[in-house]
């Protein structure tokens, strides 16, 4: 790190989703589909001046070994109707959903978040999601037309049509491109951030190219100092291409954490969270997706199988995959054997992403550490409790990051792109 001023830290919230994040044996869990659950998460966030509150989203219920997955019977309500109702309950707090490219008309996309910028005064942001599965694509007229090669260029052009929407004013649109043919205008002026953010996740080459030429913000996963910085230096070198500088993209990995009043009480609260999510059902169900036949009567806390994947067979559905089975299989075993991890130990130890453990002086100095140090811009911090899951971070936590000069103590700005630093695209350049 050189002398340089110090970086000012950007924190995002993510309503925890529908999966084995969320801690649901726990008392004090709450429910996802009631408002009042969203409109605490969020309003805590504000409350910590974060800068976004961030909606995932699934189109479709998952399924395994042919019925609903058990972690899904709840559901979830939509997004943007969920964020346009947060917007009369928050004022400064940046509202983003997920919401797919594939399925969704550029035209629809472009207003539906036009006219969440509007009712929000500027906070609106999207992360650009897409989908090549038939099983998602059941539910829509086109079905699962999409190949895979093609994601990110529809997605591409998705972005690029809807920005084409937001700058054209009373002249409309017309657009010819390899997905799309248009002439039309917007029904809305133009959204106050002049663009809605675009928030982007993914790390194939694909993904990072589709990152440094469209995104404002990255959505990443990497979980250690070193995949953080060459991330972070892999991505931030391709903007000069899109004649953009390192600033105009925020790097933001998600990340968990768990607080004690020590270090040692905040690692085996980590311990007794982690084996709440991943009960020995939720193990088999993770081992299943891999191997691809059924497990019911595998011991959980035993050795993984002995026998290989079928790499052919599949008895998850609307879950991404792990990868090539046989070469999962084999990473794992390995993991397992040095480690020497039961299948729930292992699953466990292989499906946790970035998590900040220790005190509160110790969970700020590692945030802090991995901003300053280019791993990160920073972090959208998935709670495992939900509503109340966020509190004790922006309540010991946030102060000292404060404290630390890293950290915001109030909004300067109105916008989501205030918060973020990002300017107000000219448009026709977006």
Same mark, same amino acid.
């Given at each position: 790190?050189?002398?340089?001023?110090?970086?000012?830290?950007?924190?995002?919230?993510?309503?925890?989703?529908?999966?084995?994040?969320?801690?649901?044996?726990?008392?004090?869990?709450?429910?996802?589909?009631?408002?009042?659950?969203?409109?605490?998460?969020?309003?805590?966030?504000?409350?910590?001046?974060?800068?976004?509150?961030?909606?995932?989203?699934?189109?479709?219920?998952?399924?395994?070994?042919?019925?609903?997955?058990?972690?899904?019977?709840?559901?979830?309500?939509?997004?943007?109707?969920?964020?346009?109702?947060?917007?009369?309950?928050?004022?400064?707090?940046?509202?983003?959903?997920?919401?797919?490219?594939?399925?969704?008309?550029?035209?629809?996309?472009?207003?539906?978040?036009?006219?969440?910028?509007?009712?929000?005064?500027?906070?609106?942001?999207?992360?650009?999601?897409?989908?090549?599965?038939?099983?998602?694509? *059941?539910?829509?007229? @086109?079905?699962?037309?999409?190949? +895979? #090669?093609?994601?990110?260029? $529809?997605? %591409?052009? =998705?972005?690029?049509?809807?920005?084409?929407?937001?700058?054209?004013?009373?002249?409309?649109?017309?657009?010819?491109?390899?997905?799309?043919?248009?002439?039309?205008?917007?029904?809305?002026?133009?959204?106050?951030?002049?663009?809605?953010?675009?928030?982007?996740?993914?790390?194939?080459?694909?993904?990072?190219?589709?990152?440094?030429?469209?995104?404002?913000?990255?959505?990443?996963?990497h979980s250690t100092l070193?995949?953080?910085?060459?991330?972070?230096?892999?991505?931030?070198?391709?903007?000069?291409?899109?004649?953009?500088?390192?600033?105009?993209?925020?790097?933001?990995?998600?990340?968990?954490?768990?607080?004690?009043?020590?270090?040692? *009480?905040?690692?085996? @609260?980590?311990?007794?969270?982690? +084996? #709440?999510?991943?009960?020995? $059902?939720? %193990?088999? =169900?993770?081992?299943?997706?891999v191997w691809g036949v059924?497990?019911?009567?595998?011991?959980?806390?035993?050795?993984?199988?002995?026998?290989?994947?079928?790499?052919?067979?599949?008895?998850?559905?609307?879950?991404?995959?792990?990868?090539?089975?046989?070469?999962?299989?084999?990473?794992?075993?390995?993991?397992?054997?040095?480690?020497?991890?039961?299948?729930?130990?292992?699953?466990?130890?292989?499906?946790?992403?970035?998590?900040?453990?220790?005190?509160?002086?110790?969970?700020?100095?590692?945030?802090?550490?991995?901003?300053?140090?280019?791993?990160?811009?920073?972090?959208?911090?998935?709670?495992?409790?939900?509503?109340?899951g966020l509190d004790e971070?922006?309540?010991?936590?946030?102060?000292?990051?404060?404290?630390?000069?890293?950290? $915001?103590?109030?909004?300067?700005?109105?916008?989501?792109?205030?918060?973020?630093?990002?300017?107000?695209?000219?448009?026709?350049?977006?």
């Amino acid at each position: 790190m050189t002398d340089r001023p110090l970086k000012q830290i950007h924190l995002a919230a993510h309503f925890p989703g529908v999966n084995n994040t969320t801690v649901w044996s726990d008392p004090a869990s709450g429910s996802h589909i009631e408002f009042d659950s969203f409109r605490h998460l969020a309003q805590t966030a504000e409350r910590g001046k974060f800068d976004f509150f961030f909606l995932a989203e699934g189109l479709r219920l998952r399924e395994h070994k042919g019925r609903i997955h058990d972690l899904d019977v709840v559901g979830r309500p939509e997004s943007i109707t969920v964020l346009n109702a947060l917007a009369a309950v928050t004022e400064r707090i940046g509202l983003a959903a997920t919401v797919n490219a594939t399925f969704n008309e550029p035209y629809e996309l472009a207003r539906r978040f036009a006219s969440l910028d509007h009712l929000s005064a500027g906070r609106a942001a999207w992360n650009v999601v897409t989908s090549s599965d038939a099983f998602t694509g *059941e539910n829509f007229r @086109r079905g699962g037309y999409l190949d +895979r #090669a093609d994601r990110y260029t $529809r997605a %591409a052009e =998705s972005v690029q049509l809807a920005r084409e929407f937001w700058d054209a004013g009373e002249e409309g649109v017309r657009h010819r491109g390899p997905h799309f043919e248009v002439e039309g205008r917007l029904s809305l002026p133009r959204p106050p951030q002049g663009h809605p953010v675009v928030i982007q996740a993914g790390d194939s080459d694909e993904g990072r190219e589709f990152a440094a030429a469209t995104a404002d913000v990255v959505f990443t996963v990497h979980s250690t100092l070193a995949a953080g910085q060459a991330f972070h230096a892999d991505v931030k070198r391709r903007l000069a291409a899109y004649g953009r500088g390192p600033e105009e993209l925020k790097i933001m990995p998600g990340a968990t954490f768990v607080l004690g009043d020590t270090d040692a *009480e905040a690692a085996e @609260r980590a311990t007794e969270v982690r +084996r #709440a999510q991943v009960g020995p $059902r939720t %193990a088999i =169900s993770f081992l299943e997706q891999v191997w691809g036949v059924d497990l019911s009567d595998h011991d959980p806390d035993g050795p993984l199988p002995e026998t290989d994947p079928d790499p052919d067979s599949a008895l998850a559905q609307g879950r991404v995959r792990f990868g090539d089975p046989l070469a999962v299989a084999e990473r794992w075993r390995a993991i397992a054997a040095e480690k020497r991890l039961t299948t729930r130990e292992l699953v466990i130890e292989v499906t946790g992403r970035q998590s900040f453990i220790g005190s509160p002086a110790t969970v700020a100095g590692q945030i802090d550490h991995f901003v300053q140090n280019d791993a990160a811009d920073g972090f959208i911090l998935v709670p495992h409790l939900t509503p109340g899951g966020l509190d004790e971070f922006v309540d010991k936590v946030v102060p000292l990051l404060q404290e630390r000069g890293v950290f $915001r103590t109030d909004y300067t700005g109105p916008t989501l792109r205030d918060h973020l630093g990002l300017p107000v695209p000219v448009p026709g350049r977006g």
